[in-house]
């Protein structure tokens, strides 16, 4: 009496394992896929919140700058009062200590996430044609509970004004 194993049908205990050892390792790559590039696709999302948000803030300080005066930057820098040729104050700018970037007090962000890292105001030259360097850095959290999980962005100009004060 002989058994004849050819005739059976089936897989053998060894296929079967390394079918499912390959199927896992192609499911579990495309999982580390899509949550990779989920990661990355709200990364560049806030990126570009923060583009947004520090070109709209440096536009605004450039147009309020080139519209006075002449200008007054506290001796640290992170503060400017712009003043009209007739003295009255047209702006001032500033950083306060939760980071929030102020136009005449009040918070011009004003969204969730986003606060200002660093504020400076520098003069650069004299006489009858001053300039303001403006340099400012943009944060915003991607995961609050991660502190190290923030994305920043720095922006920097310098704007030109005619300086009627001297």
């Known amino acids: 009496m002989s058994l004849n194993y050819s ?3 089936g897989f053998t205990l060894v296929e079967l394992i390394v ?3 390959i199927g896992s390792f192609i499911f579990l790559s495309l999982i580390y896929f899509f949550l990779h590039s989920s990661f990355e696709y709200r990364r560049g999302q806030l990126k570009a919140r923060l583009q947004r948000m520090g070109d709209l803030c440096i536009e605004e300080i450039a147009r309020e700058i ?6 007054d ?8 009062v712009i003043y009209a040729s007739g003295g009255n104050i047209i702006a001032t700018f500033e950083r306060d200590g939760a980071g929030r970037f102020l136009k005449n007090g009040v918070d011009f962000i004003d969204r969730a996430g986003i606060s200002v890292k660093r504020l400076h105001f520098e003069p650069q030259g004299s006489g009858i044609k001053n ?11 991607m995961d609050p509970q991660d502190p ?15 300086n009627e004060a001297l």
Do not use: P
């Open 7 to 9: 005739a059976k049908k």
């Open 19 to 21: 079918v499912i050892a």
């Open 66 to 71: 080139r519209r006075g005066a002449y200008a």
């Open 73 to 80: 930057i506290n001796a640290s820098g992170d503060w400017i």
């Open 131 to 141: 300039s303001i360097s403006v340099t400012m850095v943009l944060k915003e959290e």
């Open 148 to 162: 190290s999980d923030d994305e920043e962005m720095g922006f920097f100009t310098k704007v030109n004004f005619r």
